[in-house]
Protein backbone atom coordinates (compact mmCIF):
# COMPACT_ATOMS: atom_id res chain seq x y z
CA UNK A 1 0.00 0.00 0.00
CA UNK A 2 1.50 3.68 -1.13
CA UNK A 3 2.49 5.21 2.17
CA UNK A 4 0.41 7.90 3.19
CA UNK A 5 1.30 11.66 3.47
CA UNK A 6 0.45 14.73 4.80
CA UNK A 7 -1.19 17.72 2.68
CA UNK A 8 -2.90 20.93 3.56
CA UNK A 9 -6.01 22.33 1.18
CA UNK A 10 -7.78 25.93 0.84
CA UNK A 11 -10.91 26.72 -0.64
CA UNK A 12 -11.61 30.15 -2.57
CA UNK A 13 -14.74 31.86 -2.13
CA UNK A 14 -16.00 34.35 -4.28
CA UNK A 15 -17.44 36.54 -2.33
CA UNK A 16 -20.06 39.20 -4.46
CA UNK A 17 -20.34 41.40 -2.03
CA UNK A 18 -18.24 42.40 1.34
CA UNK A 19 -20.90 43.97 3.02
CA UNK A 20 -23.19 40.93 3.42
CA UNK A 21 -20.45 38.67 3.16
CA UNK A 22 -22.50 36.06 0.94
CA UNK A 23 -19.73 33.73 -1.30
CA UNK A 24 -20.06 30.53 -3.56
CA UNK A 25 -17.11 28.09 -3.47
CA UNK A 26 -15.15 28.81 -6.73
CA UNK A 27 -11.66 26.55 -6.18
CA UNK A 28 -9.90 24.10 -4.21
CA UNK A 29 -6.05 23.74 -3.66
CA UNK A 30 -4.55 21.14 -2.52
CA UNK A 31 -1.04 20.76 -1.40
CA UNK A 32 1.63 17.77 -0.10
CA UNK A 33 5.10 18.61 0.42
CA UNK A 34 6.81 14.92 0.86
CA UNK A 35 4.76 13.96 -2.71
CA UNK A 36 6.08 17.49 -4.32
CA UNK A 37 2.21 18.04 -5.42
CA UNK A 38 0.21 21.04 -5.42
CA UNK A 39 -2.33 22.09 -8.03
CA UNK A 40 -5.21 24.03 -7.56
CA UNK A 41 -8.62 23.17 -9.27
CA UNK A 42 -11.19 26.61 -10.19
CA UNK A 43 -14.32 27.02 -11.60
CA UNK A 44 -14.52 27.38 -15.22
CA UNK A 45 -18.83 28.24 -15.53
CA UNK A 46 -20.77 30.64 -13.86
CA UNK A 47 -23.41 27.78 -13.09
CA UNK A 48 -24.60 28.57 -9.66
CA UNK A 49 -23.21 31.94 -9.05
CA UNK A 50 -25.33 33.40 -12.03
CA UNK A 51 -28.51 31.97 -10.12
CA UNK A 52 -27.69 33.62 -6.27
CA UNK A 53 -25.91 36.81 -7.87
CA UNK A 54 -28.04 38.00 -11.33
CA UNK A 55 -25.88 40.82 -11.51
CA UNK A 56 -22.61 39.50 -11.70
CA UNK A 57 -20.48 40.21 -14.15
CA UNK A 58 -20.33 36.66 -15.81
CA UNK A 59 -17.46 37.20 -18.66
CA UNK A 60 -15.11 39.19 -16.36
CA UNK A 61 -15.27 36.86 -13.57
CA UNK A 62 -14.53 33.60 -16.42
CA UNK A 63 -11.48 36.01 -17.54
CA UNK A 64 -10.54 36.11 -13.87
CA UNK A 65 -10.69 31.91 -13.22
CA UNK A 66 -8.98 31.39 -17.03
CA UNK A 67 -6.15 33.85 -15.89
CA UNK A 68 -5.87 32.19 -12.15
CA UNK A 69 -5.83 28.62 -13.63
CA UNK A 70 -3.25 29.24 -16.18
CA UNK A 71 -0.81 30.97 -13.01
CA UNK A 72 -1.51 28.47 -10.74
CA UNK A 73 -0.71 25.80 -13.33
CA UNK A 74 3.04 27.20 -13.57
CA UNK A 75 3.24 27.31 -9.94
CA UNK A 76 2.77 23.70 -9.69
CA UNK A 77 4.83 23.20 -12.22
CA UNK A 78 7.74 24.60 -10.67
CA UNK A 79 6.21 22.58 -7.51
CA UNK A 80 6.79 19.19 -8.95
CA UNK A 81 10.21 19.76 -9.88
CA UNK A 82 12.64 18.44 -7.94
CA UNK A 83 15.30 20.78 -9.23
CA UNK A 84 13.03 23.69 -7.35
CA UNK A 85 13.98 22.95 -4.09
CA UNK A 86 12.56 26.93 -3.00
CA UNK A 87 9.06 26.25 -4.06
CA UNK A 88 9.40 22.88 -1.73
CA UNK A 89 10.73 24.47 1.10
CA UNK A 90 6.95 26.56 1.64
CA UNK A 91 3.38 26.25 2.66
CA UNK A 92 0.62 26.07 1.08
CA UNK A 93 -0.38 29.92 2.07
CA UNK A 94 2.72 31.11 0.81
CA UNK A 95 2.32 29.72 -2.26
CA UNK A 96 -1.77 30.93 -2.55
CA UNK A 97 -0.71 34.62 -2.01
CA UNK A 98 2.33 34.50 -4.22
CA UNK A 99 -0.33 34.44 -7.09
CA UNK A 100 -3.50 35.54 -5.43
CA UNK A 101 -1.56 38.26 -2.12
CA UNK A 102 -4.97 39.16 0.64
CA UNK A 103 -6.52 42.33 -0.15
CA UNK A 104 -10.36 43.17 -0.53
CA UNK A 105 -11.16 41.57 -4.17
CA UNK A 106 -13.95 39.63 -4.13
CA UNK A 107 -11.62 35.55 -4.24
CA UNK A 108 -10.28 35.30 -0.75
CA UNK A 109 -9.09 31.70 0.16
CA UNK A 110 -10.08 29.89 3.26
CA UNK A 111 -7.69 29.24 6.19
CA UNK A 112 -5.71 25.63 5.74
CA UNK A 113 -7.12 22.71 6.79
CA UNK A 114 -5.11 19.24 7.02
CA UNK A 115 -4.96 15.60 6.46
CA UNK A 116 -3.23 12.60 5.51
CA UNK A 117 -3.84 10.82 1.65
CA UNK A 118 -1.89 8.65 -0.49
CA UNK A 119 -3.15 10.33 -3.85
CA UNK A 120 -3.38 14.18 -3.39
CA UNK A 121 -4.50 14.28 -6.90
CA UNK A 122 -7.49 12.16 -5.42
CA UNK A 123 -7.99 14.01 -2.72
CA UNK A 124 -8.33 17.57 -4.86
CA UNK A 125 -10.62 15.95 -7.36
CA UNK A 126 -12.91 14.61 -4.56
CA UNK A 127 -12.99 18.19 -2.11
CA UNK A 128 -13.78 19.98 -5.58
CA UNK A 129 -16.84 17.87 -5.95
CA UNK A 130 -17.21 18.06 -2.35
CA UNK A 131 -16.69 22.18 -1.96
CA UNK A 132 -17.62 23.91 -5.38
CA UNK A 133 -19.21 21.63 -7.14
CA UNK A 134 -21.73 20.18 -5.15
CA UNK A 135 -25.01 21.64 -5.53
CA UNK A 136 -24.78 22.26 -9.27
CA UNK A 137 -27.40 21.19 -11.25
CA UNK A 138 -27.31 18.07 -13.33
CA UNK A 139 -28.74 19.04 -15.74
CA UNK A 140 -30.19 22.67 -17.06
CA UNK A 141 -34.13 22.91 -17.56
CA UNK A 142 -34.88 23.77 -21.22
CA UNK A 143 -34.98 27.64 -21.64
CA UNK A 144 -37.19 29.47 -24.25
CA UNK A 145 -34.97 29.76 -27.37
CA UNK A 146 -36.48 32.80 -30.38
CA UNK A 147 -37.02 29.93 -32.25
CA UNK A 148 -39.38 28.19 -29.98
CA UNK A 149 -41.03 31.56 -29.89
CA UNK A 150 -41.22 32.05 -33.30
CA UNK A 151 -42.70 28.20 -33.79
CA UNK A 152 -45.36 29.05 -31.11
CA UNK A 153 -46.53 32.42 -33.05
CA UNK A 154 -46.80 30.77 -36.52
CA UNK A 155 -48.95 27.78 -35.19
CA UNK A 156 -51.37 30.46 -33.54
CA UNK A 157 -51.07 32.47 -37.09
CA UNK A 158 -52.52 29.18 -38.58
CA UNK A 159 -54.76 28.48 -35.92
CA UNK A 160 -56.21 32.38 -37.28
CA UNK A 161 -56.23 31.38 -40.91
CA UNK A 162 -54.12 34.37 -41.41
CA UNK A 163 -50.77 32.39 -41.59
CA UNK A 164 -50.89 32.51 -45.46
CA UNK A 165 -50.75 36.52 -45.11
CA UNK A 166 -47.36 36.06 -43.89
CA UNK A 167 -43.95 35.53 -45.88
CA UNK A 168 -40.28 35.44 -44.54
CA UNK A 169 -38.96 39.20 -45.97
CA UNK A 170 -35.39 40.38 -45.91
CA UNK A 171 -34.89 43.83 -45.02
CA UNK A 172 -31.45 45.04 -46.40
CA UNK A 173 -29.99 48.44 -45.37
CA UNK A 174 -26.99 50.13 -47.06
CA UNK A 175 -24.16 48.02 -45.35
CA UNK A 176 -26.64 45.01 -44.26
CA UNK A 177 -29.10 43.00 -44.00
CA UNK A 178 -31.93 41.58 -41.51
CA UNK A 179 -34.26 38.56 -42.09
CA UNK A 180 -37.61 38.23 -40.42
CA UNK A 181 -39.21 35.29 -40.40
CA UNK A 182 -43.06 36.39 -39.75
CA UNK A 183 -43.86 39.49 -42.16
CA UNK A 184 -46.73 40.90 -44.03
CA UNK A 185 -47.37 43.60 -46.57
CA UNK A 186 -49.87 46.35 -46.04
CA UNK A 187 -48.84 49.66 -47.84
CA UNK A 188 -45.53 48.88 -45.82
CA UNK A 189 -43.50 45.43 -44.02
CA UNK A 190 -44.99 44.90 -40.76
CA UNK A 191 -42.10 42.34 -39.15
CA UNK A 192 -42.55 40.67 -36.05
CA UNK A 193 -39.18 39.08 -34.29
CA UNK A 194 -39.23 37.21 -31.08
CA UNK A 195 -36.44 37.83 -28.96
CA UNK A 196 -36.26 35.53 -25.71
CA UNK A 197 -35.09 36.91 -22.61
CA UNK A 198 -34.87 33.19 -21.24
CA UNK A 199 -31.00 33.20 -19.96
CA UNK A 200 -29.26 32.88 -17.02
CA UNK A 201 -27.27 35.71 -16.37
CA UNK A 202 -28.22 39.83 -16.58
CA UNK A 203 -24.69 40.46 -18.57
CA UNK A 204 -26.05 37.79 -21.15
CA UNK A 205 -29.65 39.51 -21.17
CA UNK A 206 -27.91 43.17 -21.59
CA UNK A 207 -26.10 41.56 -24.39
CA UNK A 208 -28.74 40.10 -26.25
CA UNK A 209 -30.28 43.13 -25.75
CA UNK A 210 -27.78 44.96 -27.39
CA UNK A 211 -26.97 42.73 -30.08
CA UNK A 212 -30.73 43.36 -31.61
CA UNK A 213 -30.56 46.80 -31.44
CA UNK A 214 -27.36 46.83 -33.24
CA UNK A 215 -28.92 44.72 -36.12
CA UNK A 216 -31.93 46.11 -36.86
CA UNK A 217 -30.06 49.57 -36.34
CA UNK A 218 -27.28 48.00 -39.09
CA UNK A 219 -30.94 48.01 -42.04
CA UNK A 220 -32.29 51.57 -40.37
CA UNK A 221 -31.25 53.37 -43.78
CA UNK A 222 -33.18 51.25 -46.12
CA UNK A 223 -35.37 52.71 -48.59
CA UNK A 224 -38.39 50.36 -47.79
CA UNK A 225 -40.80 51.31 -44.85
CA UNK A 226 -41.38 48.61 -41.87
CA UNK A 227 -42.32 48.18 -38.54
CA UNK A 228 -41.10 45.84 -36.04
CA UNK A 229 -43.22 44.35 -33.32
CA UNK A 230 -41.20 42.92 -30.78
CA UNK A 231 -42.23 39.68 -28.70
CA UNK A 232 -40.27 40.00 -26.24
CA UNK A 233 -39.70 36.29 -23.71
CA UNK A 234 -39.32 36.68 -20.09
CA UNK A 235 -36.93 35.21 -18.15
CA UNK A 236 -37.39 32.22 -16.37
CA UNK A 237 -36.62 33.79 -12.77
CA UNK A 238 -37.99 36.42 -11.59
CA UNK A 239 -34.49 37.64 -10.12
CA UNK A 240 -33.65 38.42 -13.30
CA UNK A 241 -36.41 41.21 -13.79
CA UNK A 242 -34.36 44.53 -13.53
CA UNK A 243 -32.05 43.08 -16.12
CA UNK A 244 -35.42 42.25 -18.11
CA UNK A 245 -35.96 46.05 -17.63
CA UNK A 246 -33.26 46.71 -18.71
CA UNK A 247 -33.44 45.21 -21.68
CA UNK A 248 -36.28 46.74 -22.65
CA UNK A 249 -35.24 50.08 -22.26
CA UNK A 250 -32.22 49.00 -24.88
CA UNK A 251 -34.49 48.07 -27.23
CA UNK A 252 -37.14 51.04 -27.15
CA UNK A 253 -34.05 52.59 -28.63
CA UNK A 254 -34.70 51.18 -32.17
CA UNK A 255 -34.39 54.10 -34.64
CA UNK A 256 -37.36 52.24 -36.43
CA UNK A 257 -40.86 52.17 -36.10
CA UNK A 258 -41.85 49.33 -33.47
CA UNK A 259 -44.11 48.10 -30.83
CA UNK A 260 -42.94 45.54 -28.02
CA UNK A 261 -45.29 42.95 -26.79
CA UNK A 262 -44.55 41.13 -23.83
CA UNK A 263 -44.97 37.40 -24.84
CA UNK A 264 -48.10 36.87 -22.30
CA UNK A 265 -49.57 39.61 -24.41
CA UNK A 266 -49.16 37.79 -27.96
CA UNK A 267 -53.09 37.34 -28.14
CA UNK A 268 -53.33 41.07 -28.11
CA UNK A 269 -50.61 41.35 -30.96
CA UNK A 270 -52.13 38.54 -33.44
CA UNK A 271 -55.93 40.37 -32.60
CA UNK A 272 -54.33 43.49 -34.11
CA UNK A 273 -52.51 41.80 -37.11
CA UNK A 274 -55.54 40.27 -37.62
CA UNK A 275 -57.97 43.30 -37.49
CA UNK A 276 -55.17 44.99 -39.85
CA UNK A 277 -55.46 42.11 -42.13
CA UNK A 278 -59.56 42.47 -42.19
CA UNK A 279 -59.40 45.57 -42.98
CA UNK A 280 -56.85 45.74 -45.67
CA UNK A 281 -59.05 43.09 -47.46
CA UNK A 282 -62.34 45.02 -47.35
CA UNK A 283 -60.52 48.33 -48.09
CA UNK A 284 -59.14 46.40 -50.97
CA UNK A 285 -62.56 44.40 -51.91
CA UNK A 286 -60.92 40.88 -51.50
CA UNK A 287 -62.68 38.40 -49.10
CA UNK A 288 -62.61 39.18 -45.38
CA UNK A 289 -60.90 36.93 -42.88
CA UNK A 290 -62.83 35.81 -39.91
CA UNK A 291 -61.20 37.34 -36.60
CA UNK A 292 -60.72 34.11 -34.27
CA UNK A 293 -61.23 35.80 -30.64
CA UNK A 294 -60.22 32.69 -29.37
Known amino acids: M ?3 NHYSYSILKYVHDTATAEFVNVGVAVYSAKDNFFQVSCRSTVGRLSEMFPDMQASSFRALMRGLSKRFNELSDAVSSPLDLE ?5 IERLLASVLPKDDSALVWSEPSFGMTHDPRKTLTDLFSRYVTKYDHSSSPHKRTDEDMWKDFKKELENRHISAYFEEKIIEGKDDEITFKSAWKNGYWHCVEPVSFDL ?3 ETIREKAHRVLGQITSVS ?3 ERFKVYLLVGKPGRGALTPALE ?10 VEKEIFME ?9 LAAEISTHNQENERPSILLDAG
Open 2 to 4: KKR
Open 87 to 91: AQSTN
Open 200 to 202: SVA
Open 221 to 223: DTP
Open 246 to 255: KALGILDKLP
Open 264 to 272: DERDLLLDR
